[in-house]
């Protein structure tokens, strides 16, 4: 194969460094690279760390037999089941709940234990020695696994295995070369792991601008190991330069990115489509409107894992608590107001999003699940029953978080993911340049984790994007700055000035669109002015134009303003850019002309 000049200085390096740091945007042939090293370098042990079983699979069927295909987990299982008595046959994820209800302590108590236990396991720490309750409550956690006296969960072994090879007191093999995958999501004991075992040559892997999981304690490896050698692969294979045009806008103006990203794809047929969310609760939606038009759908996870969650809730809040199974922690709750008070208390989005589901849409989450499961079984079958000849048809979702490591033609971003300016305003700063100066040294990973998702699912696609998420207004925009800054000036505005925004706050997003509705009328506006685009009135809008309905008709339809319409039109690629400019055109000639008359 052609190989890049990138590529080929990275497969040269391995002769002359002993820590190789690769960064690797995304689409640039990462996995292929590390592939070439491996044919390269042939009578080499290599082991190969997949941040993922499902990467672990697909690496499996690419690399040669020198190469040994492992997750981090995979491996410390398989050497702590082997040399130690620890029972990994059943494993556990603790919740707060779990850990009051075990160690009998007040419930806020508990909640700080488990963050603590969950910290030291993700860290490289030797021992939890604070003194307080919450800090002994977690040295028990981790002591009570040690001895069986508890289940063990992932994030114990995981740890476990880190303090026995970095005290020398467990068996390893030497490897020639090790190569660490996904860097940018690698933890501190993972990456503690990696240091610790034997060989000549390390190489570390990554996008530091695909960092989604500071959540789960990630730490972006890429920034903190001491290299021999830094290199970077920039070049895509994968998507055109429409696409990379967008993820270097976003990488310059919001990640102080100062490599482009340059596209070797000029492929146009689409053939695989796919809709990323921010949301659980946006998947489901969408398979909602799916279901309604009668199209094809494919969920790129189990249905079961994308519903469990809603489902157990809808039993809880319709007393039959007895059929949750899984989600044992909702049995204590009494009510709708305890799991939204929990939710937001120990900030469980997951389960803050749930209910939202449950709350709309009630028992017909139970027709949605199966219908889910249908398409999934059909499309795990596809090669005997035909249904891969439907491809153009199908419609893959997922979250953003899922989607990490694959690729579809088209993508559509939803409309579900924080807007850029809020993020910004969230984070601390009046403006986009105070935000960028200041980048450097935030400690709020999660935050900047959004931009890093958004990333994630727009270099997804190959071919088409689909721009259903505000934040493309700022991206298509040549006056980014200004329009970043005026919206973080109106939210520190509303905040500043809202003596009443505990009790807005309490408002359904209803209420509150109701509020600014009336507003509009008020000020003379079209009613919806200013106001999100649902999904719903997206694909009215959609309907109207293809069956030639004017700007005008649509405008007082949807009850919003011409120039809106034809924005939305143009960000949903349903128009040009030249048949945006001339439509404006026509507008504003229309209105001169009444002006005249009057």
């Known amino acids: 194969m052609n190989l890049t000049t990138q590529q080929k200085e990275i497969i040269q390096a391995v002769k002359k460094y002993r820590n190789i740091k690769i960064n690797a945007f995304a689409g640039t042939g990462k996995t292929t690279t590390l592939k070439e090293v491996a044919n390269t370098y042939k009578e080499q042990k290599i082991l190969y760390l997949a941040f993922n079983t499902a990467i672990k699979n697909e690496a499996s069927t690419i690399f040669p037999n020198n190469t040994y295909v492992k997750t981090t987990h995979s491996l410390a299982y398989a050497v ?4 130690t008595q620890i029972d990994l046959n059943s494993l556990v994820n603790y919740r707060a709940i ?16 488990l963050k603590i236990f969950e910290n030291f396991c993700n860290n490289t720490q030797d021992e939890i020695s604070k003194d307080d309750i919450e800090h002994k409550t977690a040295k028990k956690i981790f002591d009570y696994m040690l ?4 289940k063990p969960s992932h994030s114990f072994y995981l740890k476990y295995y880190y303090l026995l090879l970095s005290k020398e007191q467990i068996p390893q093999y030497s490897h020639d070369i090790i190569m660490l995958d996904e860097a940018q999501d690698t933890n501190e004991v993972t990456l503690g792991i990696f240091e610790a075992l034997n060989s000549k040559v390390k190489i570390y892997v990554g996008d530091k601008h695909q960092q989604i999981y500071s959540f789960r304690g990630s730490k972006n490896a890429l920034d903190k190991i001491a290299c021999d050698k830094e290199l970077y692969l920039s070049t895509s294979f994968r998507f055109n330069e429409d696409i990379a045009n967008y993820a270097n806008i976003l990488l310059k103006n919001f990640k102080n990115e100062e490599i482009e990203i340059q596209s070797l794809n000029n492929k146009t047929k689409v053939e695989t489509s796919s809709y990323i969310s921010r949301t659980n609760a946006q998947l489901i939606s969408i398979i909602s409107k799916r279901i309604e038009q009668r199209k094809p759908f494919v969920t790129v996870r189990k249905p079961d894992e994308i519903f469990l969650l809603s489902i ?7 007393n039959e ?16 107001d305890e799991v939204s008070s929990y939710a937001k208390e120990v900030e469980d989005f997951e389960l803050k999003t749930a209910l939202k589901v449950v709350k709309e849409y009630q028992e017909k989450i139970f027709e949605f699940k199966e219908i889910a499961i249908k398409f999934y079984k059909a499309w795990e079958n596809r090669q005997s029953n035909n249904f891969d000849k439907r491809l153009d048809e199908i419609l893959f979702l997922t979250t953003a978080h899922t989607a990490k490591g694959l690729e579809w033609d088209k993508v559509i971003v939803a409309d579900d993911f924080p807007n850029f300016a809020d993020l910004i305003f969230d984070l601390g700063f009046s403006s986009l340049k105070e935000y960028q100066k200041n980048l450097p040294k935030l400690s709020n990973q999660e935050l900047i984790d959004e931009f890093n998702l958004f990333y994630v699912s727009l270099t997804r696609a190959r071919k088409v994007l689909v721009k259903d998420s505000e ?14 800054d005026k919206k973080i000036a109106e939210s520190k505005d509303n905040f500043e000035k809202d003596d009443k925004k505990q009790v807005v706050s309490k408002m359904s997003k209803e209420e509150l669109e109701e509020i600014k509705e009336q507003k509009n009328l008020e000020k003379g506006k079209a009613k919806k002015s200013g106001l999100k685009w649902s999904l719903e009135d997206k694909i009215k809008l959609k309907s109207m134009f293809k069956k030639d309905i004017t700007i005008n008709q649509i405008s007082s339809k949807l009850e919003r303003s011409s120039t809106a319409i034809i924005g939305e039109l143009f960000k949903s690629e349903t128009i040009k850019k030249e048949e945006q400019i001339t439509l404006l055109k ?13």
């Open 98 to 113: 779990d850990i009051s209800k075990e160690f009998e302590i007040p419930y806020t108590q508990a909640i700080s234990a």
């Open 586 to 598: 026509l507008i504003k000639a229309n209105k001169k002309a009444r002006k005249s008359v009057l």
């Open 80 to 83: 702590i089941k082997k040399y």
């Open 312 to 318: 157990e809730l809808y039993y809880l809040l319709n």
């Open 471 to 484: 934040n493309f207004h700022y991206l298509m925009s040549s006056k980014l700055n200004q329009l970043i």
């Open 321 to 336: 608590a007895d059929q949750i199974k899984r989600n044992i922690f909702l049995k204590d709750f009494k009510d709708e």
């Open 147 to 150: 001895i069986g006296m508890l």
